[in-house]
């Protein structure tokens, strides 16, 4: 999941649901599981909606659907609400998606998607609303992600928003770091601090 963050530009997939809760993305039953591998909890992203009681595929998911692919999920308003368990962003890195955009996420959830470096981007309801209407309009549209300068851009339209991130970690996911990889980049500085205080 570690990979470092720059630019990333891709078709979307969009989910224009709202409301859409982490039992959602992943279903409770999967929180059972001894393994953190990636692709179990990618391959069980959105279950309920992706697959049908037998087993077989939904041919009605977005997931589904041949014309929609790339590494950015287009959600609706207020994304990751409910459970806090960290699975459902366990679940979006190991689909492969690097960027959801959204109007509103969840706090605990949009965290959980920067610690497992998925870059949450919140955008104007208005720039939401457009994008929703481009994907569908042409599922071949390609969206700009530029994290160093904090901008999104609907490139069929050429509009652009700025988004914000907290600084830590912005810097984290640049240099494809997690929090202890960080701590053990500056080590010396702790060590230092340390015995100053001694």
């Not at 990636?38 to 697959?51: H, K, S, T």
Request: proline share 4%; hydrophobic share 35%; aromatic share 12%.
């Amino acid at each position: 999941m570690k990979q470092k963050f720059d630019i990333i530009t891709s078709t979307c997939v969009p989910l224009p649901l709202e409301n859409v809760d982490t039992d959602q993305i992943i279903p409770a039953r999967f929180l059972k599981a001894t393994t953190r591998e990636e692709r179990f909890f990618g391959d069980n992203l959105f279950r309920d909606w992706r697959y049908q009681a037998d087993g077989t595929l939904n041919p009605d998911f977005v997931l589904n659907d041949s014309r929609y692919s790339g590494c950015i999920l287009v959600a609706g308003k207020n994304f990751g609400s409910g459970s806090s368990r960290e699975h459902a962003a366990w679940a979006i890195a190991g689909y492969g998606f690097r960027v959801v955009i959204s109007s509103f996420f969840a706090d605990i959830h949009k965290n959980n998607e920067l610690n497992n470096f998925v870059l949450p981007v919140q955008v104007s309801e208005a720039f939401l609303a457009e994008l929703f209407q481009s994907v569908q309009d042409n599922p071949d549209t390609q969206v700009k992600v530029d994290l160093p300068n904090q901008t999104v851009t609907n490139l069929s339209t050429g509009r652009c928003e700025s988004f914000e991130i907290n600084a830590y970690k912005k810097h984290c996911l640049m240099n494809g770091l997690d929090d202890i990889d960080f701590l053990v980049q500056n080590q010396d500085k702790t060590i230092t601090w340390e015995q100053q205080r001694k």
